[in-house]
């Protein structure tokens, strides 16, 4: 493993083990995460993805689990010593009373004895830039909020640079669709790399979700069902390094588009002090300051996906 990889990969993945195509019970997410969390790959992952209406159902199956809980069932006897867990979790049952159940939760779950997990992170489905501003208006101080708008190249009836520029200059990021269970949910490659130019350009950290599974680009089954249909998927290697691309050198749009369609897994050379693709370099500290800054994480419903096909390549 090159310190350059792990620079870009280190807490990128958001575990979504409840939504499509994996969508566990709660009991099986939970405890994937936890396997995850105490996994040899453990530095990648990042936040448990739930809902707000489930918040409930998932503090009784994590509660073995939860650092400094004093589970009977000897599940964690040295869970004083772990750090808390981190959520991050979606706004579904409506604006205000997720809010207030967020806070109750935060509020139960900050004693030791009570099975320590935090929500920092908020994440919300908008339409029109006006629910962006009402929403960060009454957002706590304590919640960073993720928002998913339309996407569509500049010019287009979804051009998302309004989105965009509503959240510059906000404690808040943007939040773009991958993919999901059917081929259309796939966006294009020009319509990210829009998305991702927007970003840059106003200085609006993002995240992903669903549809990055692999680390590269490349056709594969849209869900884990025998006979499923397939379709052209993006690597979450290829969006991230993009945006680093993006955020630190500006390349040209012709570029940004070969590397989020490369799908040659020998054109990237991963080093300690710099990766390089096709000849362009970014050095790990370049690389860091765009996973800090910009590039921050991506929601996926599985966490063995994208490290088997790391270590499938050699990467890992």
């Given at each position: ?50 809902p707000a209406s489930r918040l409930s ?175 052209e998927m993006h690597g979450f290697i ?35 002090e710099v990766v390089s693709w096709r ?38």
């Amino acid at each position: 493993m090159t310190e350059s990889l792990r620079t870009l990969l280190t807490g990128i993945v958001d575990y979504a083990g409840l939504f499509p195509p994996a969508k566990l019970d709660m009991q099986s997410a939970v405890e994937a995460y936890n396997r995850a969390k105490i996994g040899e790959n453990a530095w990648m992952l990042g936040r448990f993805i739930c809902p707000a209406s489930r918040l409930s159902e998932f503090e009784t199956c994590a509660a073995p689990f939860l650092p400094g809980t004093f589970a009977t069932s000897g599940y964690r006897e040295h869970a004083g010593n772990a750090e808390p867990w981190r959520l991050s979790v979606l706004l579904d049952n409506g604006f205000r009373d997720a809010l207030a159940t967020i806070a109750a939760f935060n509020i139960r779950h900050e004693p030791l004895d009570h099975g320590q997990a935090f929500i920092d992170c908020v994440e919300s489905k908008v339409e029109n830039v006006n629910q962006i501003d009402g929403a960060l208006e009454e957002m706590p101080d304590n919640l960073f909020p993720f928002f998913e708008f339309p996407v569509g190249v500049v010019g287009s009836p979804k051009d998302c640079r309004g989105f965009v520029a509503a959240l510059a200059g906000e404690h808040a990021a943007a939040k773009i669709r991958t993919g999901g269970i059917q081929a259309g949910a796939f966006p294009p490659a020009d319509e990210v790399i829009a998305f991702l130019n927007a970003c840059a350009a106003a200085e609006v950290p993002f995240k992903a979700t669903a549809g990055l599974h692999h680390p590269l680009r490349g056709y594969h089954a849209l869900t884990y069902e025998q006979g499923s249909a397939g379709c052209e998927m993006h690597g979450f290697i290829n969006v991230f390094l993009a945006a680093a691309f993006i955020r630190i050198k500006g390349p040209s749009e012709k570029e940004t588009t070969a590397l989020l369609t490369e799908e040659e897994p020998d054109n990237f050379t991963w080093c300690d002090e710099v990766v390089s693709w096709r000849g362009h370099g970014l050095e790990t500290g370049q690389i860091a300051a765009a996973r800090e800054q910009f590039a921050l994480s991506f929601g996926s419903c599985s966490f063995d996906d994208p490290t088997s096909d790391l270590r499938k390549l050699g990467w890992l």
